[in-house]
């Protein structure tokens, strides 16, 4: 799975954000605070949509119970930088 960081500069800030698996939401701007302090990230993938932090890490697990390998890589894209996670079958990341 690939998935992109979303930055909280992605629009006015009483914007609200919105994970669309667990339906955890804040304005931009206490998205911008949160994010800053390493406490929030939001993601966006093509085929789940925004999520956060909490559920790429449910999701990742969840892939890889569900790949048959031992281990799930998950790419997190910002910009031209790229950072691998991996997920392990026996839950450990």
Same mark, same amino acid.
């Given at each position: 799975?690939?998935?992109?960081? %979303?930055?909280?500069?992605?629009?006015?800030?009483?914007? %609200?954000?919105?994970? +669309?698996?667990?339906?955890? /939401?804040? /304005?931009?701007?206490?998205? &911008?605070?949160?994010?800053?302090?390493?406490?929030? !990230?939001?993601?966006? *993938?093509?085929?789940?949509?925004?999520?956060?932090?909490?559920?790429?890490?449910? %999701?990742? *697990?969840?892939?890889?119970?569900? /790949? !048959?390998? &031992? +281990?799930?890589?998950?790419?997190?894209?910002?910009?031209?930088? !790229?950072?691998?996670? %991996?997920?392990?079958?026996?839950?450990? /990341?």
């Amino acid at each position: 799975m690939i998935c992109d960081i %979303i930055r909280p500069n992605v629009g006015p800030e009483d914007s %609200i954000i919105e994970c +669309e698996v667990c339906e955890l /939401s804040y /304005s931009l701007e206490e998205y &911008d605070i949160l994010s800053k302090r390493h406490k929030l !990230g939001y993601f966006y *993938n093509e085929e789940i949509g925004i999520f956060c932090h909490e559920c790429l890490f449910k %999701i990742g *697990n969840q892939l890889a119970l569900d /790949s !048959g390998e &031992d +281990e799930y890589k998950v790419i997190v894209r910002e910009g031209d930088k !790229g950072y691998a996670m %991996i997920f392990y079958k026996d839950g450990q /990341s």
